[in-house]
């Protein structure tokens, strides 16, 4: 597995292997990679003949009060994950790299990025597609792999991708849990013993809300009451559970395409977590805690 750090190296790289007539997948992360980020990988080396893996904590995401110094970094552990799985090139860019100068331009998200996650995390979409769009311009792939467990996350990129006319597929993959229902994600790291069983409540909240509307229940309202009611458990601070369409609207009526989309802190660590009501948890990829 190559190496890079430098923008330059890493687009150079790329233009490299789509000239020999080879297509190029990517997959952005913070790294402390799991099970999660390394289905993205599958996915891309399913769909391109190379695969770029980044790692990159991105500053501009993180509100001052935000978990940016703190989040978890291990370059090693990362690197070992992404070349046991099969990635081609690893791009892992300094603060430095990315940002020489202070940003002054950025991607307004537009109005999908005013509700749920980014009226919690004001500006925090403007720095993840900003970072989205520089990290596109460099790497140059074919294909984009997102997880749809940052769900308004994934729909913001499809529709930056979209709306200006980037050059490539942004696909969506399902979310990676481990046995019990909890979502992989890099911040379950803070979550000690008890919290990580409050954990917990999330996915309970998302199936109890499932199966209600499995057994006929279409009303959002009582469809959200129903998993308010799990959701409110013993260490957990719930921020939203809203039953959504593709376009982040809430719906009048649940059908199999509503996506139930929930937050909610336990202790200093805030998870969030999701659903398509067609699917089911069930058909999302269940793993053994890494
Ligand atoms: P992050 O490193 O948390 O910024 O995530 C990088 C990518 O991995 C994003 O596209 C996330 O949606 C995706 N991802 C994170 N957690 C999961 C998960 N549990 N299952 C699937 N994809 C995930």
């Excluded at 291990?74 to 892992?92: H, I, K, M, N, S």
């Excluded at 597929?169 to 481990?178: D, G, K, L, M, W």
């Excluded at 008890?194 to 996915?203: G, H, I, N, P, V």
């Excluded at 199936?207 to 458990?233: C, F, I």
Aim: charged content about 25%; glycine content about 8%; hydrophobic content about 45%.
């Amino acid at each position: 597995m190559l190496d890079l750090t430098t923008p330059k190296d890493m687009r150079a790289w790329s233009r490299a292997e789509r000239a020999r007539g080879r297509s190029v997948g990517f997959v952005p992360t913070m790294g402390a990679l799991h099970e999660g980020h390394l289905l993205l990988v599958d996915r891309a080396k399913q769909r391109t003949d190379r695969v770029v893996l980044s790692v990159f904590v991105n500053p501009l995401q993180f509100g001052p009060q935000e978990d940016f110094a703190k989040y978890p970094r291990d370059v090693a552990r990362d690197t070992q994950l992404a070349a046991e799985r099969g990635v081609d090139c690893l791009f892992v860019p300094d603060g430095t790299a990315m940002y020489p100068e202070q940003p002054l331009v950025r991607v307004a998200p537009g109005p999908m990025a005013d509700t749920l996650e980014g009226a919690v995390r004001p500006g925090h979409f403007a720095g993840v597609l900003t970072v989205v769009a520089k990290l596109l311009h460099i790497v140059e792939p074919d294909v984009a792999v997102f997880g749809r467990k940052d769900f308004q996350q994934a729909m913001l990129v499809r529709r930056m991708a979209a709306d200006l006319d980037f050059p490539l597929e942004v696909e969506i993959a399902p979310t990676v849990r481990e046995l019990d229902g909890l979502a992989l994600s890099s911040r379950n790291a803070y979550l000690g013993g008890d919290q990580r069983r409050s954990a917990l409540a999330l996915s309970r909240a998302l199936r109890a809300v499932e199966q209600a509307w499995r057994s006929g229940e279409a009303d959002p309202k009582t469809l959200q009451r129903r998993g308010m009611d799990v959701l409110r458990a013993p260490g957990v601070a719930p921020d939203y559970l809203e039953l959504v369409d593709e376009q982040l609207h809430p719906v009048r009526r649940a059908d199999a395409r509503t996506v139930v989309v929930i937050a909610a802190r336990i202790g200093a660590t805030r998870l969030i977590d999701n659903v398509v009501l067609g699917e089911g948890i069930a058909s999302d990829v269940a793993v053994r805690g890494m």
